[in-house]
């Protein structure tokens, strides 16, 4: 058969062939069990060369791994959280690895202090291309009639209202610009729930029902709208989470369809790819990051 190919389609066959060969191989690398860490300098010619990137919540856990992920290829970060040493410690360090980032403190819950983010953030880099709304809390488990008050209005403002005020002012930035990019955090709690976690469950809902919403108004100003639902993940927030309830990492990876606990590594991973020229496409849609366990 090899003989009726003309030796120009043999040789883009050939290439064809090599390139599958590397790709089986890189994923045959990839240990779904074990994902690798981010690690490295930032490359000024990386994949997000040239782009601003505002995360919210980047602090610690997944923003924080997501904002020098991004730098690391080369994007400049803007980002906030409300612990002002963090901030600078993360700051700092993106700077030591060669990155460019500028921290803003704000609180989420205030719609002053989140415009004034999204207004610092392009008076330090010219504009937006990209933002991940990531800035949200967890609750204090307890069945609906056990629940105070206060902590549902926070996890509402905080999660729902927070994400709302951050794509306010987001959505004008970039329609002036004539394009962009959100990722908006949600949760597996978006989908399912648990008896203890009403709360939670709705302000997640809330955020993927927006971002949706959000996306079909403004696809035809080229931006995408998405959101990320991640189940368990190494946080802080996680472990606090895990200790109220007496609960070990050990005792609740068995119980997954993916028998781990996640890294913040990945999450940020599938972040980027949703921020990136290869999901041109993709827009409205929540990014099933669970392992396995809305399947």
């Given amino acids: 058969m090899n003989e009726l190919i003309n030796p120009a389609r043999r040789a883009v066959v050939s290439a064809l062939s090599l390139g599958a060969t590397a790709s089986i191989a890189g994923a045959a690398a990839a240990n779904t069990l074990n994902p690798a860490a981010l690690t490295g300098r930032a490359n000024p010619a990386g994949r997000f060369a040239g782009k601003v990137v505002l995360v919210t919540g980047a602090t610690s856990g997944i923003g924080r791994t997501a904002a020098e992920a991004f730098a690391r290829e080369g994007a400049r970060v803007a980002f906030c959280g409300r612990r002002q040493a963090l901030g600078r410690e993360v700051e700092a360090g993106i700077a030591a690895m060669g990155g460019k980032a500028r921290y803003i403190p704000a609180d989420v819950r205030k719609p002053d202090e989140v415009n004034a983010l999204v207004d610092g953030a392009v008076a330090a880099f010219g504009s937006i291309d990209i933002a991940f709304n990531n800035a949200g809390i967890f609750m204090t488990p307890a069945e609906i009639q056990d629940m105070a008050i206060d902590n549902f209005l926070d996890i509402m403002l905080t999660n729902a209202a927070g994400t709302f005020y951050a794509m306010k002012y987001e959505v004008p930035v970039m329609r002036a610009r004539g394009r962009g990019v959100i990722v908006n955090m949600a949760s597996v709690a978006g989908h399912k729930a648990w008896p203890n976690t009403a ?39 996680l472990r606090e989470s895990f200790a109220f309830q007496n609960v070990t990492y050990e005792q609740a990876a068995p119980t997954f369809v993916t028998p781990r606990i996640m890294t913040t590594a990945e999450i940020a991973r599938a972040v980027m790819f949703l921020a990136s020229d290869e999901a041109t496409s993709v827009t409205g849609m929540d990014l099933d990051v669970t392992g396995g366990q809305l399947a």
């Fill in 199 to 237: 709360a939670y469950n709705a302000s997640k809902h809330a955020v993927i029902g927006m971002t949706k919403a959000v996306a079909v108004a403004n696809a035809k100003h080229n931006i995408r709208v998405n959101s990320i639902s991640p189940l368990a993940v190494d946080t802080p927030q």
